[in-house]
């Protein structure tokens, strides 16, 4: 016993998330596409099999293409926007300025709120706080919430979602951007290249880990 222990300690620990991963993923996954094909409402034991006839609904359905429309738009505005605006900021962060620790704890910190606490705040502020201001200031763009109108709303949902989600991609482009080593920076210094050429040819090869792991992230995230 001692020996097979010995041997598959490792297994033991492997055993325990894979059991876990299995009774609260997959097996509600198997389960939803089984009921799928049903006409179960969730609120009773009895169904009968309806085959594909939910899936002829829903692709007969405007809102569900309005909603795949809405999904396409929000994950392509998380995706280019969390890799664009992070390496922006993690540029930024990664000069000699003063207050440096405090910026790039400043911009960490809405990756600590709760996604409760930043719909709470920013219900506030498109209900109430911009057209306040468009009130006062006579702009008329602001004295409709966002979230009133369509466009608005979409609009909202990506700033909201970029604001929280543009954290970690920050963090995670600037600890790539402090991998690369100085004597390369300084020889293409050296050699006369601007900021542009540092970027492209010697910054950006360095960060392509760090842009396909913000990718899955933010396609996970959308």
Not at 86 to 115: D, E, Y
Request: charged letters at 10%; aromatic letters at 18%; proline letters at 4%.
């Amino acid at each position: 016993m001692r020996k097979f222990l010995n041997k598959y300690w490792g297994w033991v620990f492997l055993i325990v998330p894979l059991i876990l991963q299995a009774i609260f993923f997959y097996f509600p996954m198997i389960q939803g596409a089984f009921y799928s094909f049903t006409n179960w409402t969730g609120l009773t034991y009895n169904f009968d099999f309806v085959g594909v006839n939910n899936y002829k609904i829903l692709l007969t359905d405007t809102k569900f293409f309005k909603a795949l429309g809405f999904t396409l738009i929000l994950t392509i505005a998380l995706i280019v926007g969390e890799i664009v605006i992070g390496i922006w900021v993690a540029r930024a962060l990664n000069t000699k300025i003063k207050g440096q620790t405090f910026f790039r704890a400043w911009f960490f910190f809405p990756a600590v709120l709760s996604g409760l606490t930043v719909s709470l705040i920013f219900k506030q502020v498109f209900n109430y706080g911009l057209p306040a201001i468009g009130e006062a200031l006579n702009i008329e763009c602001l004295k409709t919430s966002l979230l009133g109108t369509t466009g608005g709303a979409v609009f909202a949902a990506i700033f909201v979602m970029l604001w929280q989600g543009v954290a970690m991609p920050i963090i995670l482009f600037l600890s790539g951007l402090q991998t690369i080593p100085s004597e390369i920076t300084e020889a293409a210094a050296i050699d006369g290249a601007n900021s542009k050429q540092t970027f492209w040819n010697i910054e950006l090869p360095y960060l392509l880990p760090s842009i396909s792991m913000v990718f899955i992230m933010a396609l996970k995230g959308a």
